[in-house]
Antibody, heavy 123, light 106 residues
Framework: EVQLVQSGGGLVQSGGSLRLSCAVS????????MIWVRQAPGEGLEWVST????????YYADSVKGRFTISRDNSKNTVSLQMNSLRVEDTAVYYC????????????????WGQGSLVSVSS | EIVLTQSPATLSLSPGQTATLSCRAS??????LAWYQQKPGQAPRLLIY???DRATGIPARFSGSGSETDFTLTISSLEPEDFAVYYC????????FGQGTRLEIK
C-alpha cells in the first residue's frame, strides 16, 4: 500500500523558516518524481515544486522560487520542502504527492497524496 | 501561464442525477488534462488523466471528455459520496489547476 506521511508545519512569523517532510512507503521511491502542492484557506490548489526521482532536477513556481528548496533522500524515502523568508501569503495546507508515471523527471499528474501540513505565517 | 476556468462554480443536484462539470483552458493543453476530487479535510484524489483515462480504482460512473481547450467531467448516477469539490489540472505547460466546482446535494 502506498503511503505518504507528512510532518512539520506550524505557526511562524513573517520572514521565518519552516521545513516540511514527507516519508513514503509502498513503491520504489527513486522511480518517481515527487511534488509539493499547496492550498490556501478556502482556496484552490497551487503547484509549488517538483523534484525528479534522482533528485537531480528541481522545479519551482515563480511565487516560491529563491525562497523554497525541495530535496529528497532516496536512502530514507523522504522528500522535504525547506521554506525560508516566509510571507503571509504562503499560509496554506501543503501536500506532498507522488507523480503518476515512472521514470520521468516529472510527468505531472499526482496519484497519491499526503495528509497535508498546515503552515500559518503571521505578520 | 495556462489558465483553467471551471464552470459552474457550484452545482446542486440530487443523488441519482448526472453531473456535468466544465473546464476551459486559455490555450490548448493537448491531451494533458486531469480531474481531481477533494472532500473537506482530505487531500485531492486523482480521478481522470489524459482527458478520459480513469485512475486506478475509480468507478465507471466517472468519465472525461473534450479536446484542446474544452473539457468535461461527467458523473452519472450520483452517489452520496460524490458530493465534493472537483478540480481540473493541466500539465501541458508547467502545472496549473482550475478554481474548482463544488458539487452539492440539492
Amino acid at each position: 500500500e502506498v503511503q505518504l506521511v507528512q510532518s512539520g508545519g506550524g505557526l511562524v512569523q513573517s520572514g521565518g523558516s519552516l521545513r516540511l517532510s514527507c516519508a513514503v512507503s509502498g513503491f520504489i521511491f527513486d522511480d518517481y518524481a515527487m511534488i509539493w502542492v499547496r492550498q490556501a484557506p478556502g482556496e484552490g490548489l497551487e503547484w509549488v515544486s517538483t523534484i525528479s526521482g534522482s533528485g537531480g532536477s528541481t522545479y519551482y513556481a515563480d511565487s516560491v522560487k529563491g525562497r523554497f528548496t525541495i530535496s529528497r533522500d532516496n536512502s530514507k524515502n523522504t522528500v522535504s520542502l525547506q521554506m525560508n523568508s516566509l510571507r503571509v501569503e504562503d499560509t496554506a495546507v501543503y501536500y506532498c504527492a507522488k507523480d503518476y508515471a515512472i521514470g520521468y523527471n516529472w510527468y505531472g499528474y499526482f496519484d497519491h497524496w499526503g495528509q497535508g501540513s498546515l503552515v500559518s505565517v503571521s505578520s | 501561464e495556462i489558465v483553467l476556468t471551471q464552470s459552474p462554480a457550484t452545482l446542486s443536484l440530487s443523488p441519482g442525477q448526472t453531473a456535468t462539470l466544465s473546464c476551459r483552458a486559455s490555450q490548448s493543453v493537448s491531451t494533458y488534462l486531469a480531474w481531481y476530487q477533494q472532500k473537506p479535510g482530505q487531500a485531492p484524489r486523482l480521478l481522470i488523466y489524459d482527458i478520459s483515462d480513469r485512475a486506478t480504482g475509480i468507478p465507471a460512473r466517472f468519465s472525461g471528455s473534450g479536446s484542446e481547450t474544452d473539457f468535461t467531467l461527467t458523473i452519472s448516477s450520483l452517489e452520496p459520496e460524490d458530493f465534493a469539490v472537483y478540480y481540473c489540472q493541466q500539465r501541458r505547460d508547467w502545472i496549473t489547476f482550475g478554481q474548482g466546482t463544488r458539487l452539492e446535494i440539492k
